[in-house]
């Protein structure tokens, strides 16, 4: 069965860290690009950040440039989302994707990240 997982959401103070992961199963993980979203309440979906299969290359929302890092251990299966100063404006579900040339795409379930100011 393809599928992702989130963890690691929650509620957080503004100016704390949490860190989201995004555990993969069903699929050949290492082939795959992988990003984060995040969607609040009313808004559209947005991307977060990315970074493919290899790690090579990562890209970032301008929001959230130089407090959010992506990475991923292909050996554990597993992509990763740091996020620090976060912000009242951060909260959101945050959802993780898996992205290859002539696959479909896949989605995990979300995970929720309030931050109170």
């Known amino acids: 069965q393809v599928q992702l997982v989130e963890s690691g959401g929650g509620l957080v103070q503004s100016g704390g860290s949490l860190r989201l992961s995004c555990a993969a199963s069903?699929?050949?993980?290492?082939?795959?690009?992988m990003s984060w979203y995040r969607q609040a309440p009313g808004k559209d979906r947005e991307l977060v950040a990315s970074?493919?299969?290899?790690?090579?290359?990562?890209n970032y929302a301008n929001s959230v440039k130089g407090r959010f890092t992506i990475s991923r251990d292909n050996a554990k299966n597993t992509a990763y989302l740091q996020m620090n100063s976060l912000k009242p404006e951060d909260t959101a579900v945050y959802y993780c994707k898996g992205v290859k040339p002539s696959r479909s795409d896949v989605w995990g379930q979300g995970t929720q990240v309030t931050v109170s100011s």
């Open positions: 970074i493919s299969s290899a790690s090579s290359t990562t």
């Open positions: 069903g699929f050949t993980f290492s082939t795959y690009a």
